[in-house]
């Protein structure tokens, strides 16, 4: 069983700030930032690719309502809701989960960099892009 589904279990302590029937929310133990909270399905699927559209939706509705509480709660002035699907990706618990991490400033531990491609063809990937499979 994997870690996450031991949290859910309560075979292991978490710091669970929101629980329904599908769905469970924990504080993550890395605390990135101040306030770094995980939403995750009850049931085991691997990442969001793998996620019944139905889950998706309620989990993306708990992540929503729990950054508005923590963005007020914890006095953040921003936040970003991420998901890592796959290990190249920097998934390490291969139990879907999305991040929620509310922003304090330049020093907050988190760094997100959006690096601009010099050598970009959008044609090329457009075109991949919009091929049938
Ligand atoms: P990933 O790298 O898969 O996107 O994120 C996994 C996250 O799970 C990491 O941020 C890590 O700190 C967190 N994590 C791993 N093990 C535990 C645990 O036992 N308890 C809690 N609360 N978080 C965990
Ligand atoms: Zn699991």
């Given at each position: 069983?994997?870690?996450f589904c031991k949290i859910i279990n309560h075979e292991i302590p978490a710091s669970v700030l929101y629980?329904?029937?599908?769905?469970?929310?924990?504080?993550?133990?890395?605390?990135?930032?101040d306030g770094h909270t995980l939403v995750m399905p009850k049931e085991h699927v691997?990442?969001?690719?793998?996620?019944?559209?139905?889950?998706l939706s309620k989990i993306m509705s708990v992540a929503q309502t729990?950054?508005?509480?923590?963005?007020?709660?914890?006095?953040?002035?921003?936040?970003?809701v991420l998901t890592n699907a796959k290990p190249a990706a920097g998934q390490s618990v291969?139990?879907?989960?999305?991040h929620i991490l509310p922003r304090y400033d330049e020093n907050d531990r988190l760094i997100i960099e959006f690096k601009e491609n010099e050598n970009?063809?959008?044609?090329?990937?457009?075109q991949r892009l919009t091929k049938e499979l």
């Open positions: 069983m994997c870690i629980e329904d029937e599908d769905v469970c929310a924990i504080l993550d133990i890395s605390q990135v930032t691997e990442n969001i690719l793998d996620c019944p559209p139905v889950l729990l950054s508005k509480d923590i963005l007020i709660k914890m006095n953040a002035k921003g936040i970003n291969m139990h879907f989960h999305v970009k063809d959008i044609s090329i990937a457009y």
